[in-house]
T-cell receptor, first 115, second 118 residues
Framework: AQSVAQPEDQVNVAEGNPLTVKCTYSVSGNPYLFWYVQYPNRGLQFLLKYITGDNLVKGSYGFEAEFNKSQTSFHLKKPSALVSDSALYFCAVRDPRDSNYQLIWGAGTKLIIKP | GAVVSQHPSWVICKSGTSVKIECRSLDFQATTMFWYRQFPKQSLMLMATSNEGSKATYEQGVEKDKFLINHASLTLSTLTVTSAHPEDSSFYIC??????????????FGDGTRLSIL
């Protein structure tokens, strides 16, 4: 079965330190990979995506993600965390063969940045 | 660009009433719209996928007569929760996507609707 795993329910980082939010997937073929952020009582905001090309993808708000095909991972990173980065982060994967373009979602990781 | 407007943002109503939630893509044509339900501290649960002009495809376990979805145009989809009961209370989120680039485009989300049934 296709799945996305975010192994950490919560990640705590001090402001100014680098952050990593982990994501691994089990989807056959060459999936499309996405990261979204959700602030309380809000919908999701798109951060970045990997379709093809360079393994390091840069996105909004200084976030980037590294695609690793051999490890089937797509970890989200930021060199220097801000308190305002505190939110819920979701990794999602799409099988390009799915004509409905549905996303397979990870369970989410709560990121807490402490001042 | 790629703005999705969802309305209303908060609804409180009595048990037995029906509630309609609108999802509009403001600056692009959404060939596909998705409706999700999110429980506290949980991930998104896909309820249904709708393509413009055709019937929605519901996920297993989602009652199509309970959650009526209409996608009449490329910019508007509606979800109607019929005869709502307290167990229908939840956070409902819509998203919209285009078929451009063979699905390489991200889904764009509305801000969600908090539904509380008394």
């Amino acid at each position: 079965a296709q799945s996305v795993a975010q192994p950490e329910d919560q990640v705590n980082v001090a402001e100014g330190n680098p952050l990593t939010v982990k994501c691994t997937y089990s989807v056959s073929g060459n999936p499309y990979l996405f990261w979204y952020v959700q602030y309380p009582n809000r919908g999701l905001q798109f951060l970045l995506k990997y379709i093809t090309g360079d393994n390091l993808v840069k996105g909004s708000y200084g976030f980037e993600a590294e695609f690793n095909k051999s490890q089937t991972s797509f970890h989200l990173k930021k060199p220097s965390a801000l308190v305002s980065d505190s939110a819920l982060y979701f990794c999602a994967v799409r099988d390009p063969r799915d004509s409905n373009y549905q996303l397979i979602w990870g369970a989410g990781t709560k990121l807490i940045i402490k001042p | 660009g790629a703005v999705v407007s969802q309305h209303p943002s908060w609804v409180i109503c009595k048990s037995g009433t029906s509630v309609k939630i609108e999802c509009r893509s403001l600056d692009f044509q959404a060939t596909t719209m998705f409706w999700y339900r999110q429980f506290p501290k949980q991930s998104l649960m896909l309820m249904a996928t709708s393509n413009e002009g055709s019937k929605a495809t519901y996920e297993q376990g989602v009652e199509k007569d309970k959650f009526l979805i209409n996608h009449a145009s490329l910019t508007l989809s509606t979800l109607t929760v019929t005869s709502a009961h307290p167990e229908d209370s939840s956070f409902y989120i819509c998203s919209a996507s285009t078929s451009f680039n063979r699905g390489g485009q991200p889904q764009h989300f509305g801000d969600g609707t908090r539904l509380s049934i008394l």
